[in-house]
């Protein structure tokens, strides 16, 4: 079975330029998770999609982020505009519907901003 | 709130040898707990997970972890570490009252000399 896709995995730009962070869940997964992870902060949520809709995205950082989930199968977080401290690693997850269900991560985009 | 806590940022061990890694958390209640580890350049794998029963569970590539109520504990082990396991591994709890949301420990940073 594929796993979690995520694309690009690595991306360079300037400050100021928009950036788009794609994702594909597994399919049958309910639940779509963007994770942020740096050597500062660790791993931290970001924003959670359930069949589609935006559950909790208390941890997206500020207005410069964005979220959406326009169907099951494809997720995007943009960032516009980009700034140096938003470089990180960026994890997409998902899991099944029941409360005990793991998460699985894809491999992350590594983001840069010059 | 619930909270996770790993005492241990990094740690050393000769391959071969012993390893346990310590994981406490904060929760009203007994939540779902899991395990994950991260090699470079790659998103979390699941290595375990705890919903009730047994409290020894066992996980992929060797690892077990006990569940210690009385001391808020999940600590992950294994008998004898391979040069392959150094990674960084994550704790990480999920409430059993609904929703996916995981909160994560801050990690620990596993060395294996050989």
């Known amino acids: 079975d594929a796993g979690v896709i995520q694309s690009p995995r690595h991306e360079v730009t300037e400050m100021g330029q928009e950036v788009t962070l794609r994702c594909k869940p597994i399919s049958g997964h309910d639940y779509l998770f963007w994770y942020r992870q740096t050597m500062m902060r660790g791993l931290e949520l970001l924003i959670y999609f359930n069949n589609n809709v935006p559950i909790d995205d208390s941890g997206m950082p500020e207005d410069r982020f964005s979220a959406k989930m326009p169907n099951a199968s494809f997720s995007t977080l943009k960032i516009q505009p980009s700034e140096p401290r938003d470089s990180a690693v960026y994890f997409c997850?998902?899991?099944?519907?029941?409360?005990?269900?793991?998460?699985?991560f894809g491999d992350g985009t590594r983001l840069s901003i010059l | 709130a619930q909270s996770v806590t790993q005492p241990d940022i990094h740690i050393t061990v000769s391959e071969g040898a012993s390893l346990e890694l310590r994981c406490n958390y904060s929760?009203?209640?007994?939540?779902?707990l899991f395990w994950y580890v991260q090699s470079p350049g790659q998103g979390l794998q699941l290595l375990l997970k705890?919903?009730?029963?047994?409290?020894l569970v066992q996980g992929i590539k060797g690892f077990e972890a006990e569940f210690k109520r009385s001391q808020s504990s999940f600590n992950l082990r294994k008998p004898s570490v391979h040069w392959s396991d150094a990674a960084e591994y994550f704790c990480a709890v999920a409430p059993t009252g609904g929703g996916n949301k995981l909160t994560f420990g801050t990690g620990t940073q596993l060395k294996v000399e050989l």
């Open positions: 929760y009203g209640a007994t939540p779902y």
């Open positions: 705890y919903f009730s029963g047994d409290t």
């Open positions: 997850a998902s899991s099944l519907r029941q409360t005990n269900q793991p998460q699985h």
